[in-house]
């Protein structure tokens, strides 16, 4: 699998797509894995979303892998107050930057601060239906503790695969529930080889002035 990149630095905001170009060698086994892994994602997809046309499910997946960066400001203030679940967020014009065709919903994949360590994460696109928020915002968990303030980062995500749509909640008690079923999940899906080879790739490059906070 070859993977082709735009140019990124801290100051911008960045949406951008792989390139797939199967290869001799590569392209039987990796074809015959990720037609089983989308197949799979489709019909998850499908059961959630009955009034999205195949056509839109389709333009999403086939998007996938996604990748975006952009510095980490402060957000609601919920993830580690009310949750116990923190997250990183991305300004306004990296929310906006993303394509149209990325419905709402909770995503997994892998991400990194400045360059560091790159960990799995849980992703939330949307408006959050339990908070009734007026702007869309594209959350973050990383599932690794940092022991520094990252707000002014930079964040690097790789959104990977699709969970479940987004949608309210009776309690702030289900609401957790339902992102800890999300978080184990998301485990279980990145452990496999193929989305672990994701992990390694050069879009997480570290640069020599790679943040100290671990």
């Not at 520094?148 to 289900?174: M, N, T």
Request: glycine letters at 6%; aromatic letters at 10%.
């Amino acid at each position: 699998m070859r993977l082709y990149f735009a140019g990124l630095n801290k100051f911008s905001c960045n949406v951008i797509h792989t390139q797939w170009k199967p290869t001799i060698s590569n392209c039987i086994f990796l074809n015959r894995s990720s037609a089983r892994n989308l197949s799979k994602t489709r019909k998850t997809f499908k059961r959630h979303h009955n009034t999205t046309s195949n056509g839109q499910i389709n333009q999403m997946l086939n998007q996938l892998p996604l990748y975006a960066s952009g510095e980490i400001v402060r957000g609601f203030g919920r993830g580690s107050k009310e949750l116990g679940i923190p997250t990183a967020n991305f300004p306004l014009e990296v929310v906006k930057s993303l394509p149209e065709s990325l419905l709402t919903g909770v995503y997994y994949g892998w991400a990194n601060v400045d360059n560091g360590s790159v960990h799995k994460m849980v992703l939330s696109v949307g408006w959050n239906p339990f908070y009734n928020n007026t702007e869309k915002s594209v959350e973050t968990h990383m599932l690794h503790e940092f022991n520094c303030d990252l707000y002014g980062q930079l964040l690097k995500i790789c959104i990977v695969g699709y969970l479940r749509p987004e949608k309210s909640f009776d309690s702030l008690e289900a609401l957790i529930a339902a992102i800890k079923v999300d978080i184990e999940q998301a485990k279980t899906h990145l452990d496999t080889p193929e989305n672990k080879k994701l992990q390694e790739a050069t879009f997480f490059a570290k640069k020599p002035s790679d943040c100290e906070c671990k």
